[in-house]
Nanobody, 116 residues
Framework: QVQLVESGGGSVQPGGSLRLSCAVSGFILNYYGIGWFRQAPGKEREGVAAISVSGGSTYYANSVKGRFTISRDNAKNTVYLQMNSLKPEDTAVYYC?????????WGKGTLVTVSS
């Protein structure tokens, strides 16, 4: 059974940092790219970052470039999102996504709140 479990969210002041984790099971992480998405209140879900199978290629939304870093540890079946210089507009529920077997698999999300 495919599962993705996000963790690491919380409340932080502007300028602070958080590291999100996406622990996967039910498939071999080594063979798949993974993405991070977020959904702010009243807004559509948007792509934030993605990482290729090897980790050699990454994608970032313009709004997070230079502040967020996606990485993966296949041995730990985990993908990370390091978030620095957080802004109030980064407040959202963050989800990881695995496109496999012709379907999109999602975790339940972790809430990030950036507020003074």
């Amino acid at each position: 059974q495919v599962q993705l479990v996000e963790s690491g969210g919380g409340s932080v002041q502007p300028g602070g940092s958080l590291r999100l984790s996406c622990a996967v099971s039910g498939f071999i992480l080594n063979y798949y790219g993974i993405g991070w998405f977020r959904q702010a209140p009243g807004k559509e879900r948007e792509g934030v970052a993605a990482i290729s199978v090897s980790g050699g290629s990454t994608y970032y939304a313009n709004s997070v470039k230079g502040r967020f870093t996606i990485s993966r540890d296949n041995a730990k079946n985990t993908v990370y999102l390091q978030m620095n210089s957080l802004k109030p507009e980064d407040t959202a529920v963050y989800y990881c996504n695995a496109p496999l077997y012709g379907m999109d698999y999602w975790g339940k999300g972790t809430l990030v709140t950036v507020s003074s």
